[in-house]
């Protein structure tokens, strides 16, 4: 037979929980024989979860990955099953997928090309293995082949590529190619990123044509272990044509997608599918996905925000409710307030638009902690926000402790405080005060503290330590204060959150100055777009500044001096605060890029601070 019917299932899965873990392999197998499927493709190291970093370099770990991957076996009755785990061979670890077939273990292909790029160190916890090379396995008692292995399945000769195998020039495909193999299996834990997925479509696109076959690509789902997340991708393409791809971030634990394909024919009918590239649209859904699954896997009660109401705090106002949104409306009512812990009792007799909001309230707290440089334009912002969407709604005024806090300081120093001598200092003192306070509400509720930097003020410090930065969880820190601006017009204008039609008519501003100051956060900085072409090219791109004046010059309708001295000024305050980025909460990565220190961006805390560097650009 020519014909056969293939599958991939994205899992949502969580390091070391076994029993989540093996429960959506189990559920999505049994989908997949209800459906005849005879090839299950699963994700990447889908049995312990892809996130486990250092604990793959503990023996224990592969040992219990084995016991799983026993439980697993007898359950593919008529059916083929590739699922990954670690394994030791030779004393040594690698990133395997088992081919099981009718109840049996037909062997284990190994990862041959480790990501060692980015947000990924693979080679910390894997070896790669040799091209070509195949070797024998014990497990058990029985004997297994292992390595660079092929497989014939239902009259289908079928190879694989794990994620990263397939993204280098020399890749495993080269060679399967010449062994005419008719179908490659990808499984794959790609994170998300703006952009990504059309990239990744038009690699397996390409890749189906290049090797003359049809091409399986199967990705992890959701927010895995808290930073990165995973956009559950399944993508099938037959030599150059795209066959189908399936709903992406979805909320459900697993969601499968089948496909009949014929072996022998090249024939098929280009889908008529159409997923258009809309960042606004996949911010979303990816950052309130991965608060869905931070709130769940945390078993925390809720989310606690201080609402400023301005764009940061709102923005992430708008994702907790887009979290309730998205997830009652794909999983319904009952079974959406079920997975993050609440109460059903409270939503029966509900309609969905009321239970939406109803939700929203039992998971958000928020607080507007006003002083007297705070304007009535932000307090309504906020109060406005909070309750078109539902959330709890608390203000206070923290001037008494701040002057408490100051009163304590003079007697110290001998002096009064000013605006003119001590400006830092007395801004950063508000946002102080206003920690622990709202450390206090969360630590009450049993909430998640959110903090509300963005990517913009991590590179250059433009944030409180110990103030606005506190916190547990940062979701927009991977995302620019420009993208987040057109954003919330986005939402209130797309996504219906009226709510925001305050906070999107204020110029964004820390309010930390007296009012007469009209303290403006581009007057500190610098023309926020301007700031985001040089982080690009600076950071992401790693250019000198140098190198950054002369593109952006030609680029920019600007005086160069001026252009100079934002240049200057971004390499300045990038290098004096990556002490603060060290500290900053985890958080999501959205973009190609981040700045967060223990992903993507490592930099000295001490450095020479571009001193020659800078020289030569003052030159220029």
């Known amino acids: 037979m020519s014909q056969i019917r293939i599958a991939g299932a994205c899992l949502n899965q969580t390091p070391i929980d076994w029993d989540n873990n093996v429960s959506n392999i189990k559920k999505a197998i049994r989908e997949a024989q209800e459906q005849n499927v005879r090839i299950l493709c699963l994700p990447e190291l889908c049995i312990t ?124 495909a080269c060679r399967l190619f010449e062994k005419g193999v008719d179908l490659i299996l990808n499984p794959s834990a790609s994170h998300f990123a703006f952009g990504k997925h059309k990239i990744r479509e038009n690699l397996i696109v390409t890749s189906s044509l290049n090797f003359e076959c049809h091409y399986l690509y199967v990705n992890q789902l959701g927010n895995e272990s ?14 150059g044509q795209l066959l189908a791809t399936n709903k992406r971030l979805s909320f459900k634990p697993y969601e499968l997608l089948t496909f009949d394909i014929d072996i022998k024919s090249k024939a098929y009918k280009q889908t008529d599918h159409v997923d258009d590239l809309d960042n606004n649209r996949d911010f979303a859904k990816a950052a309130s996905l991965g608060l869905f699954d931070y709130l769940r896997k945390s078993r925390a009660k809720g989310y606690t925000l201080s609402l400023s109401g301005g764009a940061d705090s709102s923005s992430i106002a ?86 408490t806090n100051h009163e304590i300081i003079e007697k110290a120093i001998g002096r009064k405080l000013t605006w003119e001598q001590d400006d830092i200092a007395m801004q950063n003192i ?55 601006l057109q954003w919330l017009n986005y939402a209130e204008k797309e996504l219906g959150y009226s709510g925001l039609s305050h906070v999107n008519s204020l110029t964004p501003t820390a309010e ?49 001096e001026l252009l100079k001295s934002y240049i200057r000024k971004f390499y300045k305050l990038w290098s004096i605060n990556q002490w603060k980025r060290e500290r900053l909460a985890p958080s999501f990565h959205l973009d190609d890029f981040n700045v967060d220190p223990k992903t993507w961006c490592r930099f000295p805390i001490l450095s020479g601070s571009f001193t020659n560097e800078l020289k030569a650009l003052d030159k220029a």
């Open 226 to 239: 808290g930073r990165v997340i995973y956009d559950g991708d399944i993508i099938l393409a037959s030599h």
């Open 318 to 403: 708008v994702l907790v409710a887009e979290l309730v949104r998205n997830g009652v409306k794909e999983l319904g009512i009952e079974p959406f307030a079920s997975a993050i812990h609440q109460d059903l009792d409270s939503i029966q007799r509900l309609t969905e638009a009321e239970a939406i909001k109803h939700l929203v309230g039992k998971i958000l707290i928020t607080a507007y902690q006003g002083t007297k440089n705070s304007s009535e334009d932000t307090l309504n912002s906020a109060k406005s926000l909070a309750e078109s969407i539902g959330a709890q709604f608390k203000q206070w005024e923290v001037d008494d402790v701040v002057n």
């Open 49 to 172: 979860a892809y996130g486990c970093q250092d604990l793959f370099l503990s023996e224990w770990l592969v040992e219990e990955a084995i016991n799983q991957l026993q439980k697993i076996v007898p359950l593919c009755e008529n059916i083929a099953v590739a699922v990954g785990l670690p394994i030791i061979h030779n004393h040594k670890i690698y990133n395997t997928t088992c081919l099981i077939q009718n109840g049996k273990i037909q062997g284990f292909y190994a990862k041959q090309i480790l990501a060692n790029e980015g947000i990924h160190y693979e080679p910390r916890w894997f070896s790669a293995w040799p091209s070509g090379l195949e070797d024998s396995i014990n497990i058990n008692g029985h004997s297994y082949p292992i390595g660079d292995l092929t497989f014939h399945i239902e009259g289908a000769h079928v190879g694989f590529e794990i994620c990263e195998d397939a993204w280098n020039e020399n890749r495993p």
């Open 430 to 484: 508000q946002a102080r005060t206003r920690s622990p306070l709202i450390w206090m509400i969360a630590n009450i509720t049993g909430t998640i503290l959110l903090t509300t930097s963005n990517r913009s003020e991590g590179d250059v410090g433009y944030t409180t330590m110990d103030g606005d930065t506190s916190g547990s969880l940062a979701p927009i820190a991977g995302v620019d204060k420009p993208f987040l």
């Open 512 to 560: 930390l100055r007296p009012k007469e100051y009209i303290q403006t956060d581009e007057d500190d900085l610098m023309p926020y777009p301007i700031m985001v072409k040089i982080e690009r090219l600076g950071i992401f791109l790693r250019k000198s500044p140098l190198n950054v004046f002369q593109t952006l010059n030609k680029e920019l309708d600007i005086d160069s």
